[in-house]
Structure formats: C-alpha cells, structure tokens
C-alpha cells in the first residue's frame, strides 16, 4: 500500500498496530504518482454502412495508450488521488477495509 499512497492523517506509522490505534479516524491517502489517464489506441466506426477497423489515433501516446505528461505540465493538470474514510476492523475475518471516497 506505502508503495502506490502516502498516509498523510492521522500523522502514524502505516502499519497493522498503527491502524488498530485509529480505528475512530478518517485516513486521508494520496497517491504518490500523478494519475495518468488511459485512451484508445483504436477506434472503429461505420461509414457508408462499412465498418473501419483498428483506426489508430494520433497523440503522444507511449506504446500501452498511455498519455505521456511532459514534465513542463501544471501540477493542476497531472491531479493526484485523494482519498479519505475510516479503515474498518472486521473481527470475524481477523482484517481491515478501508472505506474512502475521492
């Protein structure tokens, strides 16, 4: 989880105890890497009752449809994920959830 988000509330250790410590608290975690959204890289339409397939679409997209962000870019246009919500102890399968919203 520390991999892809930063715990930044409550101010703790991201660990089980930790967790156990806060389970009355909202955890708020942002992603660490700038969300990167997917696009096609093919589209197929109908003209003239035809149908065109695998039409590529022109952009800097990397090879996996990606859309690369130039590192010139705002940090408004490479938006982070925040998420908060309470983690949940569920004692009968001895682990916790985490119920956040964006």
């Known amino acids: 989880m520390d991999e892809q ?18 389970l009355n ?6 992603s660490l890497y700038p969300i990167q ?3 096609r890289d ?7 009752d035809q149908i065109e ?20 870019s705002e940090v408004g246009e490479q938006p982070y994920l925040q ?5 949940i102890y569920l004692k009968s399968c001895d682990c916790m959830i985490y119920l956040p919203t964006c």
């Open 25 to 30: 608290c909202n955890f708020q975690m942002e």
């Open 37 to 39: 959204k997917k696009i």
């Open 53 to 72: 397939d695998k039409v590529e679409v022109p952009d800097n997209d990397n090879e996996e449809g990606v859309k690369e962000v130039d590192e010139e």
């Open 83 to 87: 998420l908060r919500g309470p983690i």
């Open 5 to 22: 988000f930063d715990l930044q509330r409550p101010c703790i250790k991201f660990s089980w105890d930790g967790c156990m410590a806060h």
């Open 42 to 48: 093919a589209i197929t339409f109908k003209v003239n």
